[in-house]
């Protein structure tokens, strides 16, 4: 059974960091490129960050550009989120995706179908 789990969200201060993190199962970590979404109360879900499976390449939404930082670790089956100086507009549920299964949203060209369940992150002073 394909799972992906994240963790790490919380309640923070401007300017503070965070680092999220999605353990996922059921699936080899590695054959798939992964990404990091959010979604902001009364908004749409947003690509933030995609790696991808060959070259660990990594692609950023502008509004993320320079503070966040998307990594993996294939063989703890993991993906990482650094988030540095939130600001309140960071505020949000953050998923993580892999192009895995029935496509659900598109981001940078990649289909993602399989999908956490979010964790909250709410950045305010």
């Known amino acids: 059974q394909v799972q992906l789990v994240e963790s790490g969200g919380g309640l923070l201060q401007p300017g503070e960091s965070l680092r999220l993190s999605c353990k996922v199962s059921?699936?080899?970590?590695?054959?798939?490129?992964m990404g990091w979404f959010r979604q902001a109360p009364g908004k749409e879900r947003e690509g933030i960050s995609i790696i991808t499976r060959d070259d660990f390449l990594t692609y950023y939404a502008d509004s993320v550009k320079g503070r966040f930082t998307i990594s993996r670790d294939n063989a703890k089956n993991t993906v990482y989120l650094q988030m540095n100086n939130l600001r309140p507009e960071d505020t949000g549920v953050y998923y993580c995706?892999?192009?895995?299964?029935?496509?659900?949203?598109?981001?940078?060209?990649?289909?993602?179908?399989?999908w956490g369940q979010g964790t909250l992150v709410i950045v305010s002073s």
């Open positions: 059921g699936f080899t970590l590695d054959y798939y490129n």
């Open positions: 995706a892999a192009d895995l299964g029935p496509p659900k949203f598109s981001f940078l060209g990649i289909d993602f179908g399989s």
